[in-house]
């Protein structure tokens, strides 16, 4: 029942009918064609909204809060425990109220979120880059090679991540560096597994083939043939990779493994709220804990549509 | 089948070695402990005696053969903490982080396969959407945060639960346990639901997708075109072929409970082996933290074995070439 | 006498991103019991979904929207969903296209046609098993109680497929809706199905659809044959005269493209252009894009089928020679 090119030209007895040949989609029409699907869903739309707001206000930070957290010399000890929608010894209103050091809370949350997409991406980004290495050069080299490597894979996939993040902050200790490469140890192998799936499946197909039969070299062949028909499915694990980056983070720094309050994520302000969580200061925990749910379960949500658009089995 | 589990036997010795040198190593790599436990003020010559007390001064490798000798008697070391054995101390821990996957893995799977089961029967319909954003929820939002919002509505708020810790314990068929009075439920009840809610989410999409793809399969179709009812086609076709996927994740993700048990125990102070080896990670306390970790992968490599077993009695295919070789 | 399954204005809808999509489009045919009646057409005809429209398995976003489907004189389309579901596998049955997908594959083949055998019949485990035996001994399957103790993954496709066709007669349907069950088979396990079938329906006196895209197939089975292009039957009549004299172009031109009928070298003749997007049909006749003999009547009047035995969609048909 599908036929891309049905517009056939014929006008009467006799002549041959040449079927027009279908349009070449390009780049922009791709493009078009995904974001067209990606509107169907409201939800992911407004996920991706909230995204890109986020991202907004925690680059921006030194721009959009009130404060600096960071500047020890601007916080005012009267100030502390400021409960939200209070006005503070800065003369401006403390949106979500102040910490125990008197730190103005909406802006240690911009500042937070900075840091918790610093990590999340970076560490999001690296382990892509090094999971695209090992599964290409596993599904591209097979034999003795492939069985190790997807081995290896195979045995820290079956470890929770949780786990080797903790042992790597551990034997890292803390600081943002550390962290990043403890979640990068914890994820590259999704995506080297993803590659390597996907990869193994695209290098059984006419097209590799006749590519490894030319004399084009190696790495030619990885980058222009078999990248391309991988990149899909790692586009949607890379999406939910870098949430769970993010909320991995987060849980490090929350059990007081991972990055100190000087340098105030996510995580760690939750942390300091948690210490307050029998008094009535709640605020403390709850609004940076809202802004780290919300980050999280919008970028899974893009993840989700992301994952329906690009399916192929999906019927287009 | 006997080759088949023997063969799996040898990859799960070599994998529990390889782990173990490679946690050795790693943990080796922290700090001095000595640094942390000895009194600064304390005499050179009692440094020094501490440092042969514990084996500090000796290679790596030759502290890892002591270690190996050790455990092969059993003998894990003895924990700079507490100055117990790490043995007892691990296994005094480990009954009350058991209890608390036993419970969360109970609660997961009886919510949600039903639930995934509904939502995949009838993908459309407003319930499976809320069932889904749910599972969204359950898998994505942190754990420590949902755990702390419990605490806050349950045990600050409302009062109706306490805030953590382990209830009174019982005994049911000779095992002392917290599951076998009312306190200890009252007291597991809410870790065991906060560890739930990711396998939780994470079973439903599973048996979602699961059941979306096997209602649109031609087995499917032929058995409707028999005239099957909808409710034998779920139970006698689609569960049994969908369970194969199920029962492995399933398998495998006991042992993620069990590693994301450290962030509920932390959570809900719950007295398990997760919070002993955050403590030991904060306190250096290096013999513990071997011993953790090694028991971590001991567990895992034997669930993997399970799964895979099982996996090979549900699946006739499978079955059938281990009987054939 | 009554026909086995009188079909009339059977029409069929999917609602897609570009609108509804009439993959069936009145279609009317009837099958008298014992008779094979070949529908025909290419992949994207409609004939797969006319088939699975009679049994009214069509799911979301399909929808059965028009048409009556008498089994036996009664109408499917009228019954309430539990009533269809009880016709399904008693009076009305189906085998698939691909013998290796049909099958449960964790289920052994005894315990899915027992399934079947109880679904319809208050009868112990037991004597199920001992129908499914017999219906594997009807339809030629050596050693049947081995077969049944086997998982489907231990049987050639030949025998899955014999399995389905057994399924498929254990409660002795008036019809039997046959969706290309040999398509995927080779070409020697498909003659053994097709000269078993034929026995079936001349002993059983079960009536079959034969849904194929393989003219060839079709002129040495069916009885009566019905061509359908773009959800619309173009063509009926027996088997002899479709095959011998076609009258509508398409069927001409399908015909001229079964390569058998031609000496070797001898260039096939093709059917010009590719079957349209039923999303975009042309107006007027649907074919007549492709069509030789098409001329300005063709694109504003659709032609009109006709009623009796033989019937074809066209404003100029062949001469019937």
Same mark, same amino acid.
Not at chain 1, 43 to 52: C, E, F, P, Q, R
Not at chain 1, 194 to 217: C, F, M, N
Not at chain 3, 93 to 105: E, G, Y
């Given at each position: 029942?599908?036929?891309a090119?049905?517009?056939?030209?014929?006008?009467?007895?006799?002549?041959?009918?040449?079927?027009?040949?279908a349009?070449?989609?390009?780049?922009?029409?791709?493009?078009?064609?995904?974001?067209?699907?990606?509107?169907?869903?409201?939800?992911?739309?407004?996920?991706?909204?909230?995204?890109?707001?986020?991202?907004?206000?925690?680059?921006?930070?030194?721009?959009?809060?009130?404060?600096?957290?960071?500047?020890?010399?601007?916080?005012?000890?009267?100030?502390?425990?400021?409960?939200?929608?209070?006005?503070?010894?800065?003369?401006?209103?403390?949106?979500?109220?102040?910490?125990? $050091?008197?730190?103005?809370?909406?802006?240690?949350?911009?500042?937070?979120?900075?840091?918790?997409?610093?990590?999340?991406?970076?560490?999001?980004?690296?382990?892509?880059?090094?999971?695209?290495?090992?599964?290409l050069?596993?599904a591209y080299f097979r034999?003795?090679?492939?069985?190790?490597?997807?081995?290896?894979?195979?045995?820290?996939?079956?470890?929770?991540?949780?786990?080797?993040?903790?042992?790597?902050?551990?034997?890292?200790?803390?600081?943002?560096?550390?962290?990043?490469?403890?979640?990068?140890?914890?994820?590259?192998?999704?995506?080297?597994?993803?590659t390597h799936g996907a990869a193994t499946v695209e290098r059984s197909k006419d097209y590799i083939e006749a590519a490894r039969s030319t004399p084009l070299p190696t790495?030619r062949v990885l980058l222009r043939h078999l990248l391309p028909n991988v990149m899909p499915?790692?586009?949607?694990?890379?999406?939910?990779?870098?949430?769970? $980056?993010?909320?991995?983070?987060?849980?490090?720094?929350?059990?007081?493994?991972?990055?100190?309050?000087?340098?105030?994520?996510?995580?760690?302000?939750?942390?300091?709220?948690?210490?307050?969580?029998?008094?009535?200061?709640?605020?403390?925990?709850?609004?940076?804990?809202?802004?780290?749910?919300?980050?999280?379960?919008?970028?899974?949500?893009?993840?989700?549509?992301?994952?329906?658009?690009?399916?192929p089995?999906?019927?287009? | 089948?006997?080759?088949?589990?023997?063969?799996?036997?040898?990859?799960?010795?070599?994998?529990?070695?390889?782990?173990?040198?490679?946690?050795?190593?790693?943990?080796?790599?922290?700090?001095?402990?000595?640094?942390?436990?000895?009194?600064?003020?304390?005499?050179?010559?009692?440094?020094?005696?501490?440092?042969?007390?514990?084996?500090?001064?000796?290679?790596?490798?030759?502290?890892?053969?002591?270690?190996?000798?050790?455990? $092969?008697?059993?003998?894990?070391?003895?924990?700079?903490?507490?100055?117990?054995? #790490?043995?007892?101390?691990?296994?005094?821990?480990?009954?009350?982080?058991?209890?608390?996957?036993?419970?969360?893995?109970?609660?997961?799977?009886?919510?949600?396969?039903?639930?995934?089961?509904?939502?995949?029967?009838?993908?459309?319909?407003?319930?499976?959407?809320?069932?889904?954003?749910?599972?969204?929820?359950?898998?994505?939002?942190?754990?420590?945060?949902?755990?702390?919002?419990?605490?806050?509505?349950?045990?600050?708020?409302?009062?109706?639960?306490?805030?953590?810790?382990?209830?009174?314990?019982?005994?049911?068929?000779?095992?002392?346990?917290?599951?076998?009075?009312?306190?200890?439920?009252?007291?597991?009840?809410?870790?065991?639901?906060?560890?739930?809610?990711?396998?939780?989410?994470?079973?439903?999409?599973?048996?979602?997708?699961?059941?979306?793809?096997?209602?649109?399969?031609?087995?499917?179709?032929?058995?409707?075109?028999?005239?099957?009812?909808?409710?034998?086609?779920?139970?006698?076709?689609?569960?049994?072929?969908?369970?194969?996927?199920?029962?492995?994740?399933?398998?495998?993700?006991?042992?993620?409970?069990?590693?994301?048990?450290?962030?509920?125990?932390?959570?809900?102070?719950?007295?398990?082996?997760?919070?002993?080896?955050?403590?030991?990670?904060?306190?250096?306390?290096?013999?513990?933290?071997?011993?953790?970790?090694?028991?971590?992968?001991?567990?895992?490599?034997?669930?993997?074995?399970?799964?895979?077993? #099982?996996?090979?009695?549900?699946?006739?295919?499978?079955?059938?070439?281990?009987?054939?070789? | 006498?009554?026909?086995?399954?009188?079909?009339?204005?059977?029409?069929?809808?999917?609602?897609?991103?570009?609108?509804?999509?009439?993959?069936?489009?009145?279609?009317?045919?009837?099958?008298?019991?014992?008779?094979?009646?070949?529908?025909?057409?290419?992949?994207?005809?409609?004939?797969?979904?006319?088939?699975?429209?009679?049994?009214?398995?069509?799911?979301?976003?399909?929808?059965?929207?028009?048409?009556?489907?008498?089994?036996?004189?009664?109408?499917?389309?009228?019954?309430?969903?539990?009533?269809?579901?009880?016709?399904?596998?008693?009076?009305?049955?189906?085998?698939?296209?691909?013998?290796?997908?049909?099958?449960?594959?964790?289920?052994?083949?005894?315990?899915?046609?027992?399934?079947?055998?109880?679904?319809?019949?208050?009868?112990?485990?037991?004597?199920?098993?001992?129908?499914?035996?017999?219906?594997?001994?009807?339809?030629?399957?050596?050693?049947?109680?081995?077969?049944?103790?086997?998982?489907?993954?231990?049987?050639?496709?030949?025998?899955?497929?014999?399995?389905?066709?057994?399924?498929?007669?254990?409660?002795?349907?008036? #019809?039997?809706?046959?969706?290309?069950?040999?398509?995927?088979?080779?070409?020697?396990?498909?003659?053994?199905?097709?000269?078993? #079938?034929?026995?079936?329906?001349?002993?059983?006196?079960?009536?079959?659809?034969?849904?194929?895209?393989?003219?060839?197939?079709?002129?040495?089975?069916?009885?009566?044959?019905?061509?359908?292009?773009?959800?619309?039957?173009?063509?009926?009549?027996?088997?002899?005269?479709?095959?011998?004299?076609?009258?509508?172009?398409?069927?001409?031109?399908?015909?001229?493209?079964?390569?058998?009928?031609?000496?070797?070298?001898?260039?096939?003749?093709?059917?010009?252009?590719?079957?349209?997007?039923?999303?975009?049909?042309?107006?007027?006749?649907?074919?007549?894009?492709?069509?030789?003999?098409?001329?300005?009547?063709?694109?504003?009047?659709?032609?009109?089928?006709?009623?009796?035995?033989?019937?074809?969609?066209?404003?100029?048909?062949?001469?019937?020679?």
């Amino acid at each position: 029942m599908t036929n891309a090119h049905a517009d056939t030209a014929t006008t009467t007895g006799g002549t041959i009918a040449v079927p027009s040949a279908a349009p070449r989609e390009t780049r922009a029409d791709r493009w078009r064609n995904f974001w067209a699907d990606y509107r169907q869903s409201p939800v992911a739309v407004v996920s991706l909204g909230v995204i890109l707001v986020l991202l907004g206000v925690s680059f921006g930070a030194p721009l959009v809060s009130p404060q600096d957290p960071y500047d020890m010399a601007a916080l005012d000890w009267m100030d502390a425990f400021l409960r939200p929608g209070t006005t503070g010894s800065g003369g401006y209103v403390h949106v979500l109220g102040t910490d125990n $050091a008197g730190r103005d809370m909406l802006s240690a949350i911009f500042y937070g979120l900075r840091t918790s997409f610093v990590i999340g991406i970076s560490a999001g980004v690296l382990a892509l880059a090094i999971g695209i290495c090992v599964g290409l050069s596993a599904a591209y080299f097979r034999g003795r090679t492939e069985s190790v490597l997807m081995r290896i894979v195979d045995l820290q996939l079956s470890m929770p991540a949780i786990l080797l993040a903790l042992v790597m902050v551990a034997v890292l200790g803390q600081g943002v560096a550390q962290i990043v490469a403890a979640l990068v140890v914890a994820q590259y192998a999704y995506f080297a597994r993803t590659t390597h799936g996907a990869a193994t499946v695209e290098r059984s197909k006419d097209y590799i083939e006749a590519a490894r039969s030319t004399p084009l070299p190696t790495r030619r062949v990885l980058l222009r043939h078999l990248l391309p028909n991988v990149m899909p499915p790692l586009i949607v694990v890379a999406t939910v990779q870098v949430a769970s $980056a993010i909320a991995l983070e987060a849980t490090l720094s929350f059990l007081g493994v991972g990055l100190p309050l000087t340098e105030p994520s996510l995580g760690s302000l939750i942390s300091n709220g948690f210490k307050y969580i029998h008094t009535d200061r709640t605020w403390l925990s709850i609004y940076p804990g809202l802004f780290l749910m919300v980050t999280v379960v919008a970028i899974n949500l893009v993840g989700d549509q992301v994952r329906t658009v690009l399916d192929p089995r999906r019927s287009r | 089948m006997a080759g088949y589990l023997l063969q799996r036997l040898v990859q799960a010795v070599i994998v529990v070695f390889a782990m173990s040198v490679i946690v050795f190593v790693g943990v080796y790599a922290i700090g001095n402990p000595i640094d942390v436990l000895i009194d600064p003020g304390a005499t050179a010559e009692i440094r020094e005696n501490l440092i042969r007390q514990y084996g500090l001064d000796q290679p790596l490798w030759r502290q890892y053969l002591v270690f190996l000798g050790n455990v $092969a008697q059993g003998d894990m070391g003895t924990s700079m903490v507490y100055n117990i054995p #790490v043995v007892d101390l691990v296994f005094s821990r480990l009954p009350a982080t058991l209890e608390l996957v036993l419970v969360s893995v109970c609660i997961a799977t009886l919510i949600g396969i039903p639930a995934g089961l509904y939502a995949g029967y009838r993908p459309d319909s407003v319930g499976a959407k809320a069932i889904m954003a749910l599972s969204v929820l359950g898998f994505s939002v942190p754990t420590f945060w949902i755990g702390m919002l419990l605490i806050m509505g349950f045990a600050v708020q409302l009062g109706w639960l306490p805030s953590g810790g382990r209830g009174d314990e019982g005994s049911i068929l000779g095992l002392r346990t917290s599951l076998a009075t009312a306190d200890g439920w009252s007291h597991v009840i809410m870790p065991a639901i906060n560890l739930s809610l990711f396998k939780m989410g994470l079973l439903i999409r599973l048996t979602r997708a699961g059941m979306v793809e096997a209602m649109s399969t031609d087995y499917v179709r032929f058995a409707r075109a028999q005239g099957l009812p909808d409710r034998q086609i779920v139970f006698r076709h689609v569960l049994r072929n969908i369970s194969i996927p199920i029962v492995t994740v399933f398998g495998l993700e006991l042992g993620s409970t069990l590693a994301f048990a450290v962030v509920t125990e932390s959570v809900f102070n719950w007295p398990g082996v997760g919070k002993l080896i955050i403590d030991s990670i904060l306190q250096l306390d290096r013999p513990v933290m071997v011993s953790y970790l090694v028991l971590v992968v001991v567990l895992f490599v034997l669930i993997n074995l399970t799964v895979d077993l #099982v996996y090979a009695r549900l699946d006739p295919r499978v079955r059938l070439r281990g009987e054939d070789a | 006498m009554i026909p086995a399954l009188e079909v009339r204005g059977l029409t069929t809808r999917f609602a897609t991103r570009a609108g509804p999509v009439t993959a069936v489009d009145g279609v009317s045919f009837s099958v008298a019991p014992g008779r094979i009646l070949g529908l025909v057409g290419e992949s994207g005809s409609g004939k797969s979904v006319t088939g699975f429209s009679v049994l009214g398995l069509i799911d979301a976003p399909g929808e059965i929207v028009a048409g009556h489907v008498l089994v036996e004189g009664e109408d499917m389309r009228t019954m309430s969903p539990e009533a269809q579901r009880r016709m399904r596998g008693r009076k009305v049955a189906m085998v698939f296209q691909d013998p290796m997908m049909t099958l449960n594959p964790v289920l052994r083949v005894g315990d899915q046609m027992a399934m079947a055998v109880r679904v319809h019949d208050r009868v112990s485990k037991a004597a199920a098993w001992d129908r499914a035996r017999a219906a594997l001994e009807i339809v030629g399957i050596p050693a049947p109680a081995e077969r049944l103790r086997a998982y489907p993954h231990q049987l050639s496709g030949g025998m899955r497929q014999r399995v389905a066709i057994a399924t498929a007669l254990l409660h002795r349907p008036s #019809v039997i809706i046959a969706d290309e069950p040999t398509t995927a088979l080779d070409v020697s396990i498909q003659g053994q199905i097709l000269s078993e #079938v034929r026995r079936l329906a001349d002993e059983t006196g079960t009536a079959i659809v034969w849904v194929t895209h393989d003219l060839a197939v079709v002129s040495s089975l069916a009885d009566d044959i019905c061509v359908m292009y773009a959800g619309r039957i173009v063509e009926s009549g027996t088997a002899e005269e479709v095959i011998a004299r076609p009258r509508h172009p398409y069927t001409w031109g399908l015909i001229q493209s079964v390569p058998g009928l031609h000496s070797p070298g001898e260039k096939l003749p093709q059917i010009p252009g590719s079957t349209p997007q039923l999303s975009r049909l042309p107006s007027g006749c649907a074919f007549r894009t492709r069509c030789p003999r098409a001329t300005a009547l063709c694109e504003t009047v659709p032609p009109d089928l006709g009623e009796g035995a033989r019937r074809v969609l066209c404003h100029h048909p062949l001469e019937a020679s």
